[in-house]
């Protein structure tokens, strides 16, 4: 089975800043890694995935992941947050059944 | 309608109601997921259908019980429910079962048990 840690459940930040969500996952099996974004009354919406390739992935709205597998990381940047960019951000992995972090609260202050 | 909608999108009821969520996907998606999503933990599996198939049961308790009556369509019907049972309530479709598939998710049902 997979298990996923989301190291910090909220994160504050000031608008322009750069911001990293840090994901961790544990897997016997090869992994596919996402991560979905929630704004507020509504329901997660994909931001990016990684499943092959380049270790870089790009996604929506300037956020971009890296896959590190010696370090059994998928962590989530941007180099410049807006206000529109607090919600929650949830980490998922999948090998054998998709499992997801318990969210991080990103919160953009002006 | 586009995407995954839910309906209600807040119920509030009592511990001996019976009550129904429903969930209907536009995206011709042959799978479909419920999870209980609670503050500060992660998203619960609590069921998936392939199909109008059941295949996955997360030892859910019995006053949960899902219905699909086609791929489109998914019911979850309370009964007897908990004050622990409080929480959102996310629907959830993808292409198949392959697990690099992205899931969608609807905008989920608030509920609260008194």
């Known amino acids: 089975a997979q298990s996923v840690t989301q190291l910090d459940s909220q994160v504050p930040v000031f608008e322009e800043a750069p911001v990293e969500l840090r994901c961790n996952y544990s897997?016997?099996?090869?992994?596919?890694l996402f991560w979905y974004v929630q704004y507020p009354n509504q329901g997660l919406q994909l931001l990016l995935k990684?499943?092959?390739?380049?270790?870089l992935v790009k996604g929506i709205n300037g956020f971009e992941a890296e896959f590190n597998k010696s370090q059994t990381s998928f962590h989530l940047r941007k180099p410049s947050v807006h206000i529109s960019d607090t919600a929650e951000y949830f980490c998922?992995?999948?090998?054998?059944?998709?499992?997801f972090g318990a969210g991080t609260r990103l919160t953009v202050k002006p | 309608e586009t995407g995954v909608t839910q309906t209600p999108r807040h119920l509030v009821m009592g511990m001996t109601n019976k009550k129904s969520l429903k969930c209907e996907q536009h995206?011709?998606?042959?799978?479909m997921y419920w999870y209980k999503q609670s503050a500060k933990k992660p998203l619960e599996l609590m069921f998936v259908?392939?199909?109008?198939?059941?295949?996955e049961n997360n030892s859910v308790p019995s006053r949960f019980s899902p219905e699909c009556p086609n791929s489109s369509h998914l019911f979850l019907h309370l009964h007897t429910l908990q004050p622990e049972d409080s929480a959102l309530y996310l629907c959830?479709?993808?292409?198949?079962?392959?697990?690099?598939?992205?899931?969608?998710f609807g905008p989920g049902t608030r509920l609260t048990v008194l």
């Open positions: 959830a479709s993808s292409q198949d079962l392959q697990v690099y598939n992205e899931q969608f």
């Open positions: 897997s016997s099996v090869s992994v596919y």
């Open positions: 990684y499943l092959s390739g380049s270790t």
């Open positions: 998922a992995v999948t090998g054998n059944d998709m499992r």
């Open positions: 995206l011709g998606h042959n799978a």
């Open positions: 259908y392939n199909f109008k198939e059941q295949t």
